[in-house]
């Protein structure tokens, strides 16, 4: 069957593959679409496999929130390059996935993988395979959260950091102006000060022991401080975990848009403001590739891999 250059360019526009792929393709199947596409498929789940041992640690990290529904999703996406992180089809294919976890509820990413992705009737695994064979690079969901309730979100930067701040409170307060800008700045808050946790009841026993036991190393090394009675090493060891408190928990910390208050203050001046009780419960901040090893690039040596 013969095919023209008009359907190598109608097969690109499905797929979006290279011209050249999409020729081989059609050649390989006798100028039969269908066949050509198939083609291309199973060509995606080869690619992706040899992608797959390269290092994905750019990418985007997306923030869903269905109000109506009451879910909220983070979630991160990897790719190999920064430069696809912003391409719409490699954004618009995360999002799909954000819904679908809205949606489905996995368990984990192996199972989000299995279903089917949102607004597709193939799963969320061939959905990545394709985008993987047509993008180039290895591309990796990496992890994600859904949060059932009130939640508020902010995104940074692109996808460079993604919050999610939970919150107690009713549908009518929820709803208003007031509560939607206090629970960005809180989300803002996270994204810039990076808390590690909510308050100090939230911090682990042997978080403070730890700290408590470097406190007491440094002042056995001060000669000034190796001399004063233990009552007082003890009072100033209190002073120093409250410090350690306002710098590690959420709450506690100073709110950065008016340093006069902490965060928990800023919470409760909206709600008084509304009438309200509002209670912020939990948040979770993800930052793109944070953990994962870098791609080191020489590109004067890439570029002279190219010329030889």
């Keep these: 069957m013969a095919f023209t250059a008009k359907d190598v360019q109608a097969l690109r526009e499905q797929t979006g593959v290279g011209m050249m792929d999409c020729k081989k393709a059609l050649q390989a ?22 992608k797959a041992g390269r290092i994905a640690a750019e990418g985007v990290v997306l923030a869903y929130n ?17 430069f696809v992180g912003k391409n719409q089809v490699f954004q618009a294919f995360v999002l799909d996935v954000a819904k679908t976890i ?7 990413v192996d199972a989000l993988k299995e279903m089917k992705l949102f607004g597709s009737d193939r799963t969320v695994q061939e959905n990545l ?6 993008i180039g690079e290895n591309l990796n969901i990496r992890r994600f959260i859904r949060v059932e309730g009130i939640v508020s979100t902010y995104v940074h930067m692109g996808g460079t950091v993604g919050v999610m701040v939970e919150f107690n409170t009713d549908d009518a ?20 000060m990076s808390p590690q946790y909510l308050d100090p009841a939230s911090v682990p026993a042997d978080v403070i022991d730890h700290e408590k036991g470097i406190l007491l190393a440094q002042m ?4 000034k401080m190796a001399s004063k009675p233990d009552k007082v090493k003890e009072g100033i060891i209190s002073g120093k975990i409250n410090k350690f408190y306002k710098e590690v928990c959420l709450l506690d910390q100073a709110y950065v848009k008016d340093d006069s208050m902490n965060v928990a203050k800023y919470i409760e001046s909206v709600a008084k403001e509304l ?18 090893q870098k791609k080191e690039e020489n590109f004067a040596n890439e570029i002279a891999s190219m010329v030889k």
């Design 29 to 50: 199947s006798d100028g039969d679409m269908e066949k050509a596409i198939d083609f291309l498929r199973e060509k995606g789940l080869a690619a992706s496999q040899k």
């Design 66 to 82: 269905d109000e109506e529904k009451k879910i909220g999703v983070l979630v991160e996406v990897n790719s190999e390059t920064d």
């Design 102 to 108: 809205a949606a489905e509820n996995p368990a984990d």
């Design 129 to 134: 395979q394709d985008k993987v064979l047509a």
């Design 173 to 192: 307060t929820a709803a208003s102006d007031a509560f939607k800008t206090m629970g960005k700045d809180v989300a803002m808050q996270i994204a810039a």
């Design 220 to 223: 056995a090394e001060d000669p």
């Design 275 to 292: 009438g309200a009780s509002i209670q912020c419960t939990g948040f979770t901040r993800f930052q793109k590739g944070e953990g994962l």
